[in-house]
């Protein structure tokens, strides 16, 4: 559960700080209701974000299927809060919306990545130090 917590808060710290700099240099400033749309869809990624944890029980189709899943579900979501709050919404607006999307999910995933292969390093260098002091103690 604690690393779900600390995978979720990075997830909506990412997912927040991306969408608030995009907004901000597209238009100088971030309103109010803009930063509350925001909050809001990052800590909904943030909570979808235990879809992409893999647990060893998956395939590896069911984890991509998971992942894809998260993709659709978080771009419905872009969608329909853009709806909700008025704002045009066009293909090529769509699109682009698609690709900071895929591009977040790619970085998410990056840093993810980096943290578990991290943590694997850390506990194997603590295996290795206990397998030391074993030997020498024998």
């Known amino acids: 559960m604690r690393a779900y917590r600390k995978n979720g808060f990075l997830i909506f710290c990412i997912v927040y700080t991306v969408l608030s700099l995009i907004h901000f240099m597209m238009n100088g400033d971030i309103p109010a209701k803009v930063t509350g749309i ?4 990052a800590l909904f990624s943030s909570l979808l974000g235990i879809m992409l ?5 998956h395939s590896n189709r069911r984890v991509i299927l998971n992942q894809i899943s998260y993709l659709v579900i978080i771009m419905a979501a872009i969608i329909l809060i853009s709806y909700l709050a008025g704002w045009q919404q066009s293909l090529l607006s769509i699109s682009i ?25 850390d ?6 130090a206990r397998k030391k002091r074993k030997t020498d103690s024998a």
Do not use: S, T, W
């Open 38 to 41: 925001f909050l809001g869809m």
């Open 53 to 57: 944890i893999p647990n060893e029980r």
């Open 123 to 128: 506990i194997n260098a603590q295996l290795l």
């Open 97 to 121: 919306n698609a690709v900071i999307v895929l591009g977040l999910f790619a970085v998410v995933k990056y840093v993810l990545y980096n943290h578990d292969k991290k943590e694997a390093a």
